[in-house]
């Protein structure tokens, strides 16, 4: 079972910067096998992609809402994931997910089927 350990959501400003971390209980050489990425649901919508990032980090992909405002990066040594974004508005606000997957591991795919395992998620809310 693949834990995973969010934080940094809460309320936040608009026009203000978004810190979440995303910690995975598995060793670093696990972790390290697998791409990573951040997708959000709002309130009546799908789950979307926000942002992905392979196993070694030299691919990143950002969904367009977030291109620009956004920087996914991990450590592995850390067994961690993160994701920044400035410039938030209301249309920011959403449950935020950490996913891993396993078999796309040089590439970053944007689609929910791709990923194997899924954290909890973490509250972001934007006020305006």
């Known amino acids: 079972q693949v834990q995973f350990i969010e934080s940094g959501g809460g309320l936040v400003q608009a026009g203000g910067t978004l810190k979440l971390s995303c910690t995975i209980s598995?060793?670093?050489?696990?972790?390290?096998?697998?791409?990573l990425g951040w997708f959000r649901q709002a309130p009546g919508k799908e789950r979307e992609f926000v942002a992905g990032i392979s196993r070694n980090g030299r691919n990143r992909l950002y969904a367009d809402s977030v291109k620009g405002r956004g920087t996914i990066s991990r450590d592995n040594s850390k067994n961690s994931m993160y994701f920044e974004m400035n410039a938030l508005t209301p249309e920011d606000t959403a449950v935020y997910y950490c996913?891993?997957?396993?078999?796309?591991?040089?590439?970053?795919?944007?689609?929910?089927?791709?990923?194997?395992?899924w954290g909890q998620g973490t509250q972001v809310t934007v006020s305006s």
């Open positions: 996913a891993a997957d396993q078999r796309n591991i040089l590439i970053v795919q944007p689609s929910r089927e791709a990923y194997d395992y």
């Open positions: 598995q060793s670093p050489a696990r972790v390290s096998s697998y791409a």
